[in-house]
DNA sequence: TTCACTATACCGTCCAGCCGGTACACAAAC
DNA sequence: GTTTGTGTACCGGCTGGACGGTATAGTGAA
């Protein structure tokens, strides 16, 4: 793997495992294998590391969703029903440690979450794009959004069979039942 | 107000207006009015002005919770409900700095996460009481989570409006309707 | 006078960013 | 084919500043 992503691998790493404090030019070094001039060779500054950071979970997501996206089912709700099962993918950002970007940026530098707004207009729109109920689809993605926040902060509810539940009730919601409105 | 409150008060504003990052006990004393030692007098650290902050927010949770769950109607998700009306309230949590807290916590020490950690147990025995499917309640639960931890980060999806109308759809969907099960 | 509270000065540590240097690969010049 | 030059990748020490925490002195009310 390029020394590049090596490093943004190592930096997440240290924020899941010890924290966003601890994340530190030499640290990230050390983790990476490197010394601290190499990765101020590759990135400029910290806000240039959490940068990459930042774009590396989009990248995740954006594949993540890609992928999903074609294996689901056409009709209403599609990318609503993406987004579930990206959210509940074993190795998707709810489960890796790519997360630690957000709480990086959010710490470091507020403004390094632009991207990560900016993306979320993105899904914004597909939503709007293909579900026939837009509170119905907010409202389960805000799901998802709360199940991956609660991860990222270290709060655990249910174990894996609830998690299953929770994602089948969740597609359940976004199966149109004739008959049936809520 | 009491200096005590009153510092906690300036550390929430800042971790809101500034970021986490920029949260030292000489900015919250400046903010506050009054200087470092003064600070350090009523918090023997800053994690123990983090915990503090992280107090108030469990505090006014549970303020917030009692308060709408009196005015709540009996039934089942009673307490589901009560946790949507919270959520949207404007003088509550969600819209409030004090989420600030848990950016601070998770950032400067996740130890401090643990009263956090604490309320969520507390809540999912609350849920679990009165929620004939407890996957609808968390669910609904857990968009909410998503809903404050957009805001936390900055992300604003729709204006109030679209937020009413979120609301109603969550509360509609802890409305049991005769000859509809999902 | 005592106590609750606040101000000021200071110390030790940590860290981001800078910079001079090294190693190596490749290439053009002679 | 040896020398000289150029660019990439990386190293590690240094420094200036910021920050948490301590010590101590001061102040006003009871």
Redesign the pocket.
């Known amino acids: 793997m390029s ?2 992503d090596n490093i943004i691998d190592a930096a997440m790493a240290i924020v899941r495992d010890q924290g966003v ?7 990230a ?1 050390k983790a990476a ?10 990135f ?5 590391l959490i940068r990459g950071m930042v774009q590396r979970l989009i990248d995740q997501c954006d594949q993540l969703n890609h992928d999903y996206y074609q294996r689901e089912s056409e009709g209403p709700y599609r990318w609503a029903r993406t987004m579930v099962h990206a959210c509940f993918d074993p190795t998707g950002p709810a489960n890796d440690p790519v997360g630690g970007a957000l709480l990086a940026a959010i710490t470091v530098n507020p403004v390094l979450m632009a991207p990560i707004h900016a993306m979320y207009a993105r899904w914004q729109e597909r939503l709007a794009g293909d579900s026939p109920d837009m509170e119905r689809a907010g409202l389960v993605c805000s799901a998802m959004d709360g199940l991956f926040f609660q991860r990222l902060m270290g709060i655990r509810l249910g174990d894996s069979a609830a998690s299953e539940r929770l994602m089948r009730h969740a597609l359940d919601l976004l199966t149109p039942k004739e008959g049936a409105s809520s």
Chains 1, 2 share one sequence.
Do not use: E
């Not at 404090?21 to 640290?27: E, G, I, R, S, V």
């Not at 400029?44 to 240039?48: E, F, G, H, Q």
């Open positions: 020394t590049f404090a601890k994340l530190t030019l030499d640290a070094a294998g490197i010394s601290k001039g190499g990765v101020l060779y590759h400029k500054s910290k806000d240039d």
